[in-house]
């Protein structure tokens, strides 16, 4: 079957969100620890990337990190971050090749300097590709994102520069770290778990959501045709009736 002659690129979603989960259940399937699930899923990474740009897509934003991950045994944490280290720092001469642009949502400053600098690096060297935008959250959850935004909505109020009457759905958008990409048309979750954990709340609000059991580094170029190929089979009606589209 081919997929991606079924694919309307006419109305393929401008921006698509996934939460990559399922790593360390794929890992403990195959007899190994949970951070060998991470390394092989970053395989999942340059795939899902490479299908999403062909068939159009702009704006592909993964859930590479959330700030409850921090949890997690700090031997998974640190190998984390040494693989998201060296996976940036190897991946930006293919991403310029690729016309990539590499952004980053969420709170960087938390994560650990190393890793703050490898990806100031890439997004720099990157920043001025234009066939698609690759972002990554890191250290992001959606409700540190929108508190983060009334604080500073906040200091603006108590400083004279905003009126509590000039807040509205556009003055939040800006203040969020989002600010400039469009809202994804598309979340795609894999694993199975049928949950937004804590990911894009804001932004959301109007997404269609595809959830497969396909654990993420399972997860290739078919399955996001398979979730494109769903999302147009959908009527979007943003709170009108079939009959005003």
């Known amino acids: 079957m ?20 399922g790593n360390g259940r794929w890992a403990k399937k195959q007899g ?6 991470h ?6 990474v340059r795939e899902t990337l490479t299908a999403a740009k062909n068939i159009g897509v702009k704006h592909l934003t993964l859930y590479a990190f959330s700030t409850e991950n921090w949890n997690r045994p700090k031997e998974e944490i ?10 940036i720092a190897n991946e930006v001469d293919e991403l310029n090749r690729s016309g990539v642009r590499l952004l980053s949502i969420g709170d960087r400053a938390g ?18 590709n234009t066939e698609i935008d690759l972002i990554l959250a890191l250290n992001y959850s959606a409700r540190w994102e ?6 500073q909505i906040g200091q603006q109020i108590q400083e004279g520069k905003l009126q509590p009457n000039d807040i509205s759905d556009e003055i939040i958008a800006q203040h969020l770290t989002t600010d400039g990409i469009p809202d994804p048309e598309l979340l795609i979750r894999t694993s199975g778990e049928c949950r937004v954990s804590n990911f894009l709340l804001w932004q959301i609000a109007y997404t269609e ?11 290739k170029e078919a399955d996001l045709y398979k979730a494109v190929i769903d999302y147009q089979s959908r009527e979007r009606r943003f709170g009108m009736v079939s009959e005003q589209l």
């Open 39 to 44: 390394s092989i899923g970053v395989e999942s």
């Open 2 to 21: 081919n997929l991606l002659a079924q694919i309307d690129k006419e109305n393929t979603p401008n921006h698509i969100a996934i939460i990559m989960d």
């Open 78 to 87: 640190d190998g984390l971050m040494n693989l998201l280290v060296h996976t």
């Open 209 to 219: 959501f595809h959830f497969t059991e396909v654990l993420w580094p399972d997860f």
């Open 146 to 151: 929108i508190t983060n935004a009334m604080k």
């Open 32 to 37: 190994q620890m949970r951070l060998y699930g």
């Open 111 to 128: 994560l650990p300097i190393e890793c703050q600098e490898e990806l100031a690096s890439a997004i720099e060297q990157t920043s001025n």
